[in-house]
Protein backbone atom coordinates (compact mmCIF):
# COMPACT_ATOMS: atom_id res chain seq x y z
CA UNK A 1 0.00 0.00 0.00
CA UNK A 2 1.35 3.58 -0.74
CA UNK A 3 0.12 6.56 1.05
CA UNK A 4 0.19 10.24 -0.16
CA UNK A 5 -0.08 13.40 1.67
CA UNK A 6 0.32 17.05 0.44
CA UNK A 7 1.33 19.70 1.98
CA UNK A 8 1.28 23.57 1.04
CA UNK A 9 -2.04 24.71 -0.46
CA UNK A 10 -3.25 28.17 0.56
CA UNK A 11 -4.75 31.02 0.10
CA UNK A 12 -2.38 33.36 -2.13
CA UNK A 13 -3.04 37.02 -4.57
CA UNK A 14 -3.20 36.58 -8.05
CA UNK A 15 0.12 36.78 -9.74
CA UNK A 16 1.85 35.11 -6.28
CA UNK A 17 3.57 31.85 -6.41
CA UNK A 18 2.79 28.70 -3.92
CA UNK A 19 4.65 25.41 -3.69
CA UNK A 20 2.69 21.83 -3.37
CA UNK A 21 4.54 19.19 -2.06
CA UNK A 22 3.74 15.61 -2.29
CA UNK A 23 5.53 12.74 -0.01
CA UNK A 24 4.67 8.64 -0.69
CA UNK A 25 4.91 6.40 1.99
CA UNK A 26 4.99 2.43 1.67
CA UNK A 27 7.19 0.80 -1.27
CA UNK A 28 7.48 3.05 -4.41
CA UNK A 29 8.47 0.51 -7.51
CA UNK A 30 9.15 -0.38 -11.01
CA UNK A 31 8.57 2.19 -13.89
CA UNK A 32 5.96 4.79 -12.26
CA UNK A 33 4.42 8.38 -12.72
CA UNK A 34 3.85 11.01 -10.05
CA UNK A 35 1.79 13.72 -10.78
CA UNK A 36 -0.92 16.26 -9.83
CA UNK A 37 -4.10 16.72 -10.69
CA UNK A 38 -6.85 19.60 -9.42
CA UNK A 39 -10.89 19.57 -9.26
CA UNK A 40 -12.23 23.04 -9.55
CA UNK A 41 -16.29 22.91 -8.16
CA UNK A 42 -18.24 21.92 -10.84
CA UNK A 43 -15.57 20.91 -13.13
CA UNK A 44 -14.17 16.93 -13.34
CA UNK A 45 -10.77 16.33 -12.31
CA UNK A 46 -8.19 17.47 -14.42
CA UNK A 47 -4.29 16.87 -15.12
CA UNK A 48 -2.01 19.39 -14.45
CA UNK A 49 1.15 17.91 -14.55
CA UNK A 50 2.84 14.74 -14.23
CA UNK A 51 6.76 13.39 -14.34
CA UNK A 52 8.08 10.15 -14.85
CA UNK A 53 10.79 7.94 -12.86
CA UNK A 54 13.04 8.71 -15.55
CA UNK A 55 12.10 12.36 -15.24
CA UNK A 56 10.05 13.09 -18.15
CA UNK A 57 7.49 15.29 -17.73
CA UNK A 58 4.32 16.98 -19.34
CA UNK A 59 1.88 19.72 -18.46
CA UNK A 60 -1.72 20.62 -19.00
CA UNK A 61 -1.44 23.70 -22.03
CA UNK A 62 -2.97 26.04 -18.86
CA UNK A 63 0.29 25.68 -16.66
CA UNK A 64 2.90 25.84 -19.39
CA UNK A 65 5.85 28.10 -18.60
CA UNK A 66 4.27 28.75 -15.07
CA UNK A 67 4.31 25.59 -13.24
CA UNK A 68 7.59 23.00 -12.74
CA UNK A 69 7.06 19.60 -11.58
CA UNK A 70 9.87 17.97 -9.78
CA UNK A 71 10.56 14.31 -8.08
CA UNK A 72 13.27 13.06 -5.62
CA UNK A 73 12.88 9.55 -6.11
CA UNK A 74 15.34 8.68 -3.29
CA UNK A 75 12.89 10.60 -0.86
CA UNK A 76 9.70 9.35 -2.92
CA UNK A 77 8.33 13.23 -2.93
CA UNK A 78 6.90 15.39 -6.08
CA UNK A 79 6.36 18.73 -5.62
CA UNK A 80 4.80 21.61 -8.04
CA UNK A 81 5.62 24.89 -8.28
CA UNK A 82 3.12 27.47 -9.09
CA UNK A 83 4.26 30.76 -10.24
CA UNK A 84 2.14 33.40 -11.39
CA UNK A 85 -1.20 32.41 -10.31
CA UNK A 86 -4.22 32.81 -11.92
CA UNK A 87 -8.17 32.94 -10.12
CA UNK A 88 -8.71 29.82 -12.67
CA UNK A 89 -5.86 28.06 -10.63
CA UNK A 90 -7.99 27.61 -7.90
CA UNK A 91 -9.00 23.97 -6.86
CA UNK A 92 -8.30 21.36 -4.80
CA UNK A 93 -5.07 19.88 -6.27
CA UNK A 94 -4.16 16.12 -5.55
CA UNK A 95 -0.98 14.28 -5.82
CA UNK A 96 -1.39 11.02 -8.09
CA UNK A 97 1.24 8.17 -8.25
CA UNK A 98 0.46 5.11 -10.74
CA UNK A 99 2.17 2.31 -12.37
CA UNK A 100 1.70 -0.90 -13.81
CA UNK A 101 3.00 -2.91 -11.29
CA UNK A 102 2.51 -0.46 -8.25
CA UNK A 103 -0.96 0.57 -8.67
CA UNK A 104 -3.00 3.40 -8.91
CA UNK A 105 -3.07 5.75 -5.52
CA UNK A 106 -4.21 9.40 -4.17
CA UNK A 107 -3.68 12.03 -1.96
CA UNK A 108 -6.66 13.52 0.06
CA UNK A 109 -6.36 16.73 -1.67
CA UNK A 110 -5.07 20.21 -0.99
CA UNK A 111 -7.01 23.59 -1.46
CA UNK A 112 -5.32 26.13 -3.40
CA UNK A 113 -7.21 29.64 -3.71
CA UNK A 114 -6.41 32.16 -5.75
CA UNK A 115 -7.89 35.77 -5.28
CA UNK A 116 -8.10 38.39 -7.87
Known amino acids: QVQLVESGGGLVQAGGSLRLSCAAS????????MGWYRQAPGSQRELVAA???????NYADSVKDRFTISRDNAKNTVSLQMNSLKPEDTAVYYC??????????WGQGTQVTVSS
Open 26 to 33: GRIFGSNV
Open 96 to 105: NVRGFALGNY
Open 51 to 57: IGSSGAS
